[in-house]
């Protein structure tokens, strides 16, 4: 129990906390998310700048439902979620006042975090008309948060703050260097950048993940058939070939369609939910942080003494599967609510010759 002072008497905290419990950490992840995010946040009490964050934004995340799909009538923004508003600006304008970098800024990059992923001009979330229902979105939030365009001048301070205070590794709070991690794929995705921060674990460490479909098959055997993802191969076989690495990541994007397809049809375990949410993960993280167009041709292909015009081809046949794989991810595996931000997906993918 929140302890009751003469604010909090006034808000409905138990049963902000309650809703934020039973609807949103579990939908984050399976397992033991939900009671850590508890025992973690929640308390201590006395670190007010977080415990109002968590209030706030679990009060907007409720704000975002009821108004998508409570009805026209529906009005945002309550008198208790303004007043929690309020109080967490106020207690990070306190707690920034106060740091002198002795102790960790994992309560401020939390604050910020949920002021930058929160603050959009529109709770509704609308979705247009789209041929594609991608499997498990519900899994990390990305129903909710995986279209959601980030406050730009929050998420600059995110990024100013990581650099000089030991980056995003260093965070120590519950999940915290996850969630960013999290955020910052579903902002790539949204962008069509690369991400900024390397894919982290739940608690804070660089992933490293086998394939999916070896990484699916203690739980699955029949996956050590499959040959999901297997024509990026061709990749190389042309001349000059691209790197064995980004064919790898290529096809570990059919692969993890595979995994999924499956899974809709098979029963599952929260531990086979666990993963496959990481798994997801890393794959797109993966994919997005491949080269581009503005990276050296070195980076891409492997060369050896090829002419210029096969260079070139090579590069945007490399180039090509790159964006479509973008759009096919983006759509049918990361589900983004309007098909209009594809539209500089396909119009490169015109301008490729």
């Known amino acids: 129990m929140v302890p009751l002072d003469e604010t909090t008497s006034q808000l409905k905290v138990q049963e902000i906390l309650h809703f934020a419990c039973t609807s949103i950490w579990p939908n984050f992840r399976p397992l033991t998310y939900a009671s850590k995010c508890y025992q973690s946040w929640v308390f201590p009490c006395d670190n007010k700048v977080r415990l109002y964050a968590v209030l706030w934004a679990a009060s907007y995340h409720q704000d975002v439902l009821n108004v998508t799909y409570g009805g026209p009538t529906y009005q945002a923004g309550s008198k208790e979620q303004l007043i929690l508003k309020g109080l967490t600006l106020k207690s990070l304008r306190n707690e920034v006042e106060a740091f002198t970098g002795a102790k960790p800024l994992d309560s401020i990059i939390m604050c910020i975090l949920h002021l930058a992923v929160n603050e959009t001009t529109d709770a509704r979330i609308y979705r247009d008309p789209s041929p594609f229902n991608p499997p498990f979105t519900y899994l990390h939030a990305l129903d909710i948060y995986g279209s959601r365009d980030y406050h730009p001048v929050h998420w600059t301070i995110i990024q100013d703050l990581l650099a000089r205070h030991g980056g995003v590794e260093a965070l120590q709070d519950h999940a915290l260097a996850w969630l960013l991690s999290l955020s910052d794929i579903m902002g790539a995705v949204n962008t069509l950048q ?90 797109h ?28 081809l090579s590069r945007e046949i490399y180039l090509t599967c790159r964006l479509a794989l973008f759009l096919c991810m983006s759509q049918a595996g990361h589900g983004l609510n309007d098909p209009q931000e594809q539209q500089p997906l396909v119009i490169k993918l015109g301008d490729l010759k």
Request: hydrophobic share 35%; proline share 8%; glycine share 6%.
């Open 194 to 283: 690369r991400p900024i921060y390397p894919c982290l674990d739940i608690h804070g460490k660089r992933m490293v993940l086998d394939s999916p479909l070896i990484l699916f098959r203690p739980y699955a055997s029949h996956f050590a058939l499959e040959s999901a993802g297997s024509g990026f191969e061709e990749l190389l076989d042309i001349n000059p070939p691209v790197h064995r690495g980004i064919v790898a990541t290529f096809s570990q994007i059919g692969q993890l369609s595979c995994v999924l397809q499956y899974y809709t049809m098979e029963s599952f375990s929260p531990e086979v939910l666990d993963l496959l949410g990481d798994c997801r993960n890393y794959v």
């Open 285 to 312: 993280h993966n994919l997005f942080s491949s080269p581009d167009t503005s990276s050296a041709v070195e980076k891409i292909l492997q060369l050896s003494d090829q002419g210029p015009g096969a260079i070139e």
